[in-house]
């Protein structure tokens, strides 16, 4: 297959799942594109950089309550892979922690380098801030294995080398803040963190009334985030359009509801934006039905990339445009069959400390 080819699948997908970051990202609202179900800014984002390019949210314990949910299996938060990992059973047992029965919700900062190393950790900076139940005294031996106690305005810290190197700090019995990346010990301890801006905090509380979600600013991002879409000058065209994207989501009953609203500068350039998107999507489905192509696939990674290009929905109104997805229990049994849990073995922060 060739880049070009790769990179059209690649991006039409990826906007079509609205699953860029996480890949579990999701709610739908109820409403119509002008309203949308609003709450409350969780406290917990509060310690959160207001500078980051991206914010999300996981309420972890609201998930635990709905061990039906195929969300709540897709998370692991139902057992499953990670208790069946040996080396995570041992850092279970060594730090006294296991995310699927000790952490209550989480509060993520992330600055990535570029699109292309979005997923790369090395290349990324990471600020988590999460609540649960934790053993200090096992985590901070833990830390001390390969890591070392870093002192600063005040601040105890353990920074822990690795690929990228991880930092860690309690601030309570029931809260600790990880960060990894460049400089990981640096987020730990901004000289003088702000607020989110009004627009950030309002764009917030659009979708907290989600257990999970993100919103992304993309005027935060760096100059060349989008240097990689220049094979494709039109979609690059029209990306550098978008102000802010909104995503969140909400398992019910056996389906989970994705939702992705991106806010452009103009209703002209959301109904352009509408029009790419939608070429993107019809080209990607001819590109997967291309024999070559699939050939380089398994059979449940086709199955469900063609899912989510045919049943994608996509609309308009004034500067936003949106996308909407369901995922079905089937389609969540073939991403499980190509993909590894989230937390799971291979985890960036838990091979670091590991």
């Not at 991206?54 to 314990?61: E, K, M, N, P, T």
């Not at 919700?105 to 292309?116: K, M």
């Not at 939702?259 to 993107?280: F, Y």
């Amino acid at each position: 297959m060739s880049f070009r080819k790769r990179a059209i699948l690649a991006v039409a997908v990826l906007v079509c799942a609205a699953a860029s970051c996480a890949g579990v990202l999701i709610y739908r609202w109820h409403r119509p594109m002008e309203g949308a179900d609003t709450g409350t800014a969780p406290e917990i984002l509060k310690q959160l950089p207001g500078d980051a390019p991206i914010v999300a949210y996981l309420d972890v314990a609201a998930l635990r309550r709905l061990p039906s949910s195929p969300l709540t299996a897709m998370l692991g938060l139902a057992g499953g892979n990670p208790r069946e990992d040996r080396d995570y059973q041992n850092f279970v047992r060594d730090t006294g922690f296991d995310y699927t029965r000790d952490l209550d919700r989480v509060g993520v900062a992330f600055w990535p380098s570029n699109l292309a190393t979005a997923g790369d950790p090395e290349n990324n900076r990471t600020l988590a801030v999460a609540d649960g139940r934790f053993d200090l005294g096992k985590i901070k031996a833990y830390a001390l294995r390969t890591g070392k106690t870093v002192a600063d305005a005040g601040h105890s810290l353990y920074a822990v080398p690795g690929h990228p190197p991880v930092a860690l700090e309690f601030l309570s019995e029931t809260r600790i803040a990880l960060a990894s990346g460049p400089d990981a010990e640096h987020l730990l301890i901004p000289p003088n963190r702000m607020p989110a801006d009004r627009a950030t905090h309002e764009r917030i509380e659009r979708v907290s009334g989600a257990p999970i979600f993100a919103v992304a600013r993309t005027d935060k991002l760096p100059a060349h985030f989008y240097d990689n879409l220049r094979s494709m000058p039109e979609l690059q065209a029209r990306a550098r359009t978008i102000e802010a994207l909104m995503l969140a989501g909400q398992p019910d009953g056996n389906l989970i509801h994705l939702t992705l609203d991106a806010e452009c500068d103009s209703m002209t350039d959301a109904v352009e934006l509408s029009t790419v998107v939608d070429g993107l999507r019809l080209f990607g489905s001819v590109v997967l039905a291309d024999p070559k192509t699939r050939r380089e696939m398994t059979k449940e990674q086709a199955a469900f990339l063609s899912a989510v290009l045919n049943q994608a929905k996509l609309t308009h109104q004034d500067r936003w445009v949106r996308l909407t997805l369901d995922l079905t229990p089937a389609m969540l049994d073939q991403t499980r069959a190509a993909t590894t849990p989230l937390f799971h073995r291979g985890d960036a922060v838990y091979d670091a400390l590991r």
